[in-house]
């Protein structure tokens, strides 16, 4: 797997030189109360989105962050798991690692409330990683997911699963692209290190997380990401790369299909109080309601006119019918 040698030089590189400029993020870095992040560990933060969401961290919960950057988000994650061990942290490149180490002394200085050993680093593979079962309530990676060729990134997935304990999240950012990536341009063992041509289609993504075994999935988030052009890459035509935050959650697979969150909700604006479906979903009178892609479907077959369903936004914030 030559080209994942290629991606070991070149964040090697990116852990002894920070590139600010490497894998950019679309959104604002969480500012939150007591929290300063050092300098050098915010240039090192080679994402295209954020893993932190606040209502995911609740009651002291174990954590796994897998592809460590310069340490950024293991110590967001440490804010809301502060004990010892709290948050464990797993890298290919040993270099990266140790960027993360001399970045976690400056953070103690800067804040008070942190310790190095809140967060555990191990050297390891996110192909086989070194994390007991069922032993995980939040694992996370950023970026990193997409630079897998399918077979491997099949194999990544299904580590998470595996160390996630029932009910436990898996939080991702990754580019995806709707458009034909032509082959050349997935073979470029450079641009798929860089995040970028190793890209597919959103509904490919949900499938092999639904496919793993996950029952719920959250879209969180979609924003513009990058543009591949002719005239700096070997391509006919503009390629449009986007961002998305996802979270699976590894419940229970439901007789009838996964849920599938992707932004869409029901209006019900009939002569009634409400409308029952009679399968688990109540309406109240113009009050929307946050609905998976499978309620979705079923509604709209009831044929009603007195019910909305709006397209996907691709931002669903939880508060959902399942």
């Not at 209502?55 to 796994?64: E, F, Q, Y």
């Not at 194999?155 to 160390?163: F, I, N, P, S, T």
């Not at 032509?182 to 073979?187: A, E, G, N, S, V």
């Not at 509904?203 to 700096?232: C, Q, S, W």
Request: hydrophobic fraction near 40%.
């Amino acid at each position: 797997m030559a080209y994942l040698d290629t991606t070991f030089d070149l964040y090697k590189e990116a852990a002894i030189t920070p590139d600010v400029g490497l894998c950019c993020t679309t959104t604002p870095v969480w500012q939150l109360p007591g929290l300063d992040i050092p300098s050098k560990m915010l240039s090192m933060n080679y994402g295209c989105g954020s893993t932190v969401h606040p209502r995911d961290l609740v009651n002291d919960p174990k954590i796994l962050y897998v592809g460590v950057g310069g340490g950024m988000e293991l110590l967001q994650f440490a804010y809301f798991s502060r004990q010892k061990g709290g948050v464990t942290g797993v890298d290919v490149v040993p270099e990266m690692l140790d960027a993360c180490r001399e970045n976690f002394v400056e953070a103690e200085k800067k804040n008070p409330w942190f310790k190095s050993d809140f967060v555990e680093l191990h050297e390891g593979d996110a192909l086989s990683l070194p994390v007991a079962d069922s032993s995980i309530d939040v694992a996370a990676q950023n970026c990193l997911f997409n630079i897998f060729k399918m077979a491997e990134l099949k194999q990544a997935l299904a580590e998470m699963y595996r160390v996630l304990k029932p009910h436990g999240r898996l939080v991702m950012s990754d580019p995806t692209c709707e458009q034909h990536m032509p082959q050349h341009l997935r073979d470029d063992e450079r641009l798929r290190a860089l995040c970028l041509s190793g890209s597919i289609p959103l509904n490919e993504y949900v499938k092999m997380l639904t496919d793993i075994g996950f029952g719920t999935i959250e879209i969180r988030a979609k924003r513009p990401y990058r543009i591949l052009d002719p005239a700096h890459y070997d391509t006919d035509e503009l390629i449009f790369i986007e961002s998305v935050e996802v979270c699976a959650i590894k419940d229970p697979m439901p007789a009838d299909g996964p849920c599938v969150f992707t932004g869409k909700t029901a209006v019900y604006y009939g002569n009634e109080e409400f409308f029952d479906d009679n399968a688990g979903h109540v309406l109240l009178y113009n009050q929307p309601l946050a609905i998976c892609d499978k309620t979705a479907g079923a509604l709209a077959k009831l044929g009603r006119n007195d019910i909305y369903i709006s397209d996907s936004t691709f931002f669903y914030d939880g508060g959902g019918c399942c």
